[in-house]
């Protein structure tokens, strides 16, 4: 593999905003940043938890969309997988999730800097399972004529 567009500082400065916002929610909020339970809590609404919740997803879509448009090079097509194999995919993930009692988001960003065991042991699982399946999805998709 090789790494064709090396951004270091870049990467540095998102990782510091996602760090900056991830602490801001928990201090101000007293709640931890995982997107699946954000996103949990805005269907069905709860009318205490709504606006913010409203907000933290609204500004995820419109921060693509800025970035989409200022630098549209930089978004690409993770794969050219079939909308059915990607909606199918993101269903696997939010039964994932559930099962898991979070996402990688709220266990790798926010458990793991509280040192939770069971974000550790969530981490680990995820990190495996993605490992697995990026191995084994090549010869799948072979095996099924994707």
């Not at 709640?31 to 606006?51: E, F, K």
């Not at 050219?80 to 559930?98: C, P």
């Not at 793991?112 to 399972?129: D, K, Y």
Request: proline share 4%; aromatic share 4%.
């Amino acid at each position: 593999m090789t790494i064709v567009n090396f951004t270091p500082l870049s990467a540095l400065a998102g990782g510091l905003l996602i760090g900056l916002s991830a602490s801001a929610l928990l201090l101000l909020r007293g709640r931890v940043m995982g997107v699946s339970g954000i996103l949990g809590g805005v269907l069905p609404p709860v009318a205490s938890d709504w606006g913010w919740r409203a907000a933290f997803l609204l500004g995820m879509g419109c921060g693509g969309g800025i970035l989409l448009t200022v630098q549209p090079q930089v978004v690409v097509s993770p794969s050219d997988r079939t909308l059915l194999a990607v909606a199918v995919a993101g269903v696997l993930v939010g039964v994932g999730t559930r099962l898991g009692n979070g996402c990688t988001s709220g266990h790798g960003v926010c458990g793991l800097t509280r040192f939770s065991t069971r974000s550790l042991a969530a981490v680990l699982t995820f990190m495996l399972t993605g490992g697995i399946a990026a191995t084994l999805a090549p010869s799948f998709s072979a095996l099924v004529g994707g």
